[in-house]
C-alpha cells in the first residue's frame, strides 16, 4: 500500500520569496511521485513527475523537485514566488503495476505582495 | 489544446434525488477516471475505465452510485438517492495509455451539493 503526507495545509510566503512544499510517502517498492496544482473551481494540473532516472526533477512555472528515497521525500520549490502561485498543491503517489494514483490532502499556497 | 469536458459546472440537489455527472474525455484517451474531491481533501479515485471496460471500482460505493462508459468515449457517473456525505467535487480525468505513470488530464470538475 503506499500513502503520501503534505506537512502544512497552509503555507504562505512573500512576493519573490522561496517556495517550500513538504511531501513524504510511504511505499514498499519504488514509486512514481506527482506534484499537481489546483487553482480555484477548477481541475488538477500536472506540475511534474518523477518515474525513474534524475531525482531532480523540473515542471512547469519554474517549480522543481527533487526526488530523496534516503528520506522518503519530494518536496516541491521554487526560488521565487509570484503571485500567480497562489493555488492548492497536491502530491501523489503511483506504483508500478497498481494504477491507481493516492493524493496527499493538499497544502494551500498564498502569496503575500 | 484538446481538454476533458465535465458537465454541468455545478450542481444542487435535494437528498435522496437522482443526480447524473457527464464527462468527455480527450479525443483517443482510453482510460478514463471519476474522482471524488471532499473539501480540504485530496481526489479519491471512485472508478477507472479502460476503454468500455471498468478496471478498479474498489472505492464506488456500489449501493448508490454507478458509472458507465457505453462506446468506450463519454462516461456517465450517476447516484442514486443522493446523501448529505455525498457534497464533493466530481472529477474526471482521462490518460492516452494505461499505466500510473502516464498524465492525467482533469476536466474543471462537477461542484455537487446535497441539501
Known amino acids: 500500500a503506499q500513502s503520501v503526507t503534505q506537512l502544512g495545509s497552509h503555507v504562505s510566503v512573500s512576493e519573490g520569496a522561496l517556495v517550500l512544499l513538504r511531501c513524504n510517502y510511504s511505499?514498499?517498492?519504488?514509486?512514481?511521485l506527482f506534484w499537481y496544482v489546483q487553482y480555484p473551481n477548477q481541475g488538477l494540473q500536472l506540475l511534474l513527475k518523477?518515474?525513474?532516472?534524475?531525482?531532480l526533477v523540473k515542471g512547469i512555472n519554474g517549480f522543481e523537485a527533487e526526488f530523496k528515497k534516503s528520506e522518503t521525500s519530494f518536496h516541491l520549490t521554487k526560488p521565487s514566488a509570484h503571485m500567480s502561485d497562489a493555488a492548492e498543491y497536491f502530491c501523489?503517489?503511483?506504483?508500478?503495476?497498481?494504477?491507481?494514483?493516492?493524493f496527499g490532502t493538499g497544502t494551500r499556497l498564498t502569496i503575500i505582495p | 489544446e484538446a481538454e476533458v469536458a465535465q458537465s454541468p459546472r455545478y450542481k444542487i440537489t435535494e437528498k435522496s434525488q437522482a443526480v447524473a455527472f457527464w464527462c468527455d474525455p480527450i479525443?483517443?484517451?482510453?482510460?478514463l477516471y471519476w474522482y471524488r474531491q471532499i473539501l480540504g481533501q485530496g481526489p479519491e479515485l471512485l472508478v477507472q475505465?479502460?476503454?468500455?471496460?471498468?478496471?478498479?471500482d474498489s472505492q464506488l460505493p456500489k449501493d448508490r452510485f454507478s458509472a458507465e462508459r457505453l462506446k468506450g468515449v463519454d462516461s456517465t457517473l450517476k447516484i442514486q438517492p443522493a446523501e448529505l456525505g455525498d457534497s464533493a467535487m466530481y472529477l474526471c480525468?482521462?490518460?492516452?495509455?494505461?499505466?500510473?505513470?502516464?498524465?492525467?488530464?482533469f476536466g474543471p470538475g462537477t461542484r455537487l451539493t446535497v441539501t
Open positions: 501523489a503517489v503511483g506504483l508500478s503495476g497498481n494504477e491507481k494514483l493516492t
Open positions: 480525468a482521462s490518460s492516452s495509455q494505461t499505466g500510473v505513470h502516464h498524465e492525467q488530464y
Open positions: 511505499s514498499s517498492v519504488p514509486p512514481y
Open positions: 518523477y518515474t525513474t532516472g534524475a531525482t
Open positions: 475505465f479502460q476503454d468500455e471496460s471498468v478496471v478498479d
Open positions: 479525443s483517443g484517451h482510453a482510460t
